[in-house]
């Protein structure tokens, strides 16, 4: 099994900067591809971005391109999420996930087999 435990969520005004971590423990030598999604009450949870074993791929939603940047530290087991330029309606639960055994990178929630806890990140207008 594979715990994943996310941190650095809290309170910023819009236009402000936060990273976001993820930190796996357990059976790690089995996770290949991370993501990260968000969730906003009454609504299913989205893909944000994601990234490859290596780091040299990434993917991101259209939404946050050119804002977020993510990236992992395979010696650390951490996986980052770097969010600039916030926007309110950033305002979601952010989730860190973890694919094992494959080197396919999802972009969807299905995709992945672990999950962290959420972390809330509330960007004030």
């Known amino acids: 099994q594979v715990q994943l435990v996310e941190s650095g969520g809290r309170l910023v005004q819009a236009g402000g900067s936060l990273r976001l971590s993820c930190a796996a423990s357990?059976?790690?030598?089995?996770?290949?591809?991370m993501g990260w999604f968000r969730q906003t009450p009454g609504k299913e949870r989205e893909f944000v971005a994601a990234i490859s074993w290596s780091g040299g791929v990434t993917y991101y939603a259209d939404s946050v391109k050119g804002r977020f940047t993510i990236s992992r530290d395979n010696a650390k087991n951490t996986v980052y999420l770097q969010m600039n330029s916030l926007e309110p309606e950033d305002t979601a639960v952010y989730y860190c996930a973890a694919k094992r055994d494959s080197y396919h990178i999802p972009r969807s929630e299905g995709g992945y087999d672990y999950w962290g806890q959420g972390t809330q990140v509330t960007v004030s207008s």
């Open positions: 357990g059976r790690t030598f089995s996770i290949y591809a």
